[in-house]
């Protein structure tokens, strides 16, 4: 059988070529890369605005979702001389990578036809990597946990955010939990980060109470709990931006929702197919999130006390129990 002429796109004042447009990425619904790539392209102000000038590490399914799957740092062969790149080091490991660095729409359409379907992208930007300028809360739902619990669980971090008068801006994970993300002054490390998550974690634990477990080892944690994953704010980790598809079969989308919308948006709700006209209806519910930057100081106050008053520090980076 011949093969598909390749797909040409036009994003801005750039064309991306697309081979193999007609392969099959989700097999739920027959989605193929061309559907993903149109799909980027119709949301693409929303996740430029979120991987804007951040290193971005790439997950990549060659034959589709059901295939192989590469985690990919380093910035793929055959880039246009367009697509740009930023620098970062791994010192534990003596390394160092040029990740993707999105400026542009075509930058993400690209990724696409490097079979790119998960974007994830660090909470730092290009002109200083180590100073993040997002903290991330990642409410993760323990296996027999339901998502009405982390909805629960979401609105009293709302209530924490509030008090603190910090702006959240929630998004669906993909999957059964969600995303907050505050916009913060880029005047610290990310240990001082992960420190602040930490403490605020220990707030929604205590508000919140059986319903969060913050126990280090995730096999000693209540398996019908929410996890207020500080750990996220860690250097080098990352989790799907705003507007990434998650790659399973059935191509949801980690999508951007506002708190009214909290109560009664499912994860399955948002997908590549229901995405654009949302989109195109509503915009980019996170478009004000960098004019939203909050200051870390009460929270980091906020762990001073605690740990004056005997609560542990988070343990460290390394010693992951996740």
Wanted: glycine share 6%; net charge negative.
């Amino acid at each position: 059988m011949p093969s598909t002429p390749a797909a040409e796109l036009e994003v801005g004042d750039r064309t991306v070529r697309i081979t193999n447009p007609d392969r099959v990425y989700f097999p739920a619904r027959g989605e193929t890369k061309l559907d993903l790539a149109k799909y980027y392209l119709a949301v693409s102000d929303g996740v430029v605005r979120a991987l804007y000038e951040r290193p971005c590490m790439l997950h990549r399914f060659p034959t589709g979702v059901t295939g192989e799957k590469v985690h990919q740092k380093r910035l793929p062969r055959g880039a246009p001389d367009w697509v740009q790149t930023v620098r970062v080091e791994f010192p534990r490991y003596g390394r160092h990578a040029y990740e993707l660095c999105v400026t542009h729409p075509a930058d993400v359409i690209w990724a696409v036809q490097m079979s790119t379907v998960e974007f994830h992208p660090w909470n730092s930007r290009r002109a200083n990597v180590e100073m993040p300028d997002e903290w991330r809360i990642d409410l993760d739902p323990m296996p027999q946990a339901t998502y009405a619990q982390v909805q629960q669980v979401a609105e009293v971090a709302r209530e924490v955010l509030a008090d603190l008068g910090a702006v959240g801006w929630p998004k669906t994970s993909g999957g059964k939990g969600l995303h907050v993300y505050v916009r913060i002054e880029p005047r610290w490390g990310f240990a001082e980060v992960r420190r602040a998550a930490h403490a605020f974690a220990r707030e929604v634990e205590r508000r919140a109470g059986e319903l969060v477990d913050l126990t280090w080892w995730r096999k000693d944690r209540d398996p019908a709990s929410v996890f207020v994953d500080y750990n996220q704010n860690t250097r080098d980790h990352t989790i799907r931006c705003a507007y990434s598809v998650r790659g399973v079969p059935e191509a949801v989308v980690s999508a951007p929702i506002t708190w009214d919308e909290l109560p009664d948006a499912e994860p399955g709700d948002f997908t590549i197919a229901t995405m654009p006209a949302r989109f195109a209806k509503l915009g980019d519910l996170h478009a004000g999130i960098d004019d939203a930057v909050y200051s870390l100081d009460e929270l980091l106050e906020w762990a001073e006390r605690d740990e004056r008053e005997g609560a542990a520090p988070p343990p460290e980076d390394e010693d992951t129990g996740n």
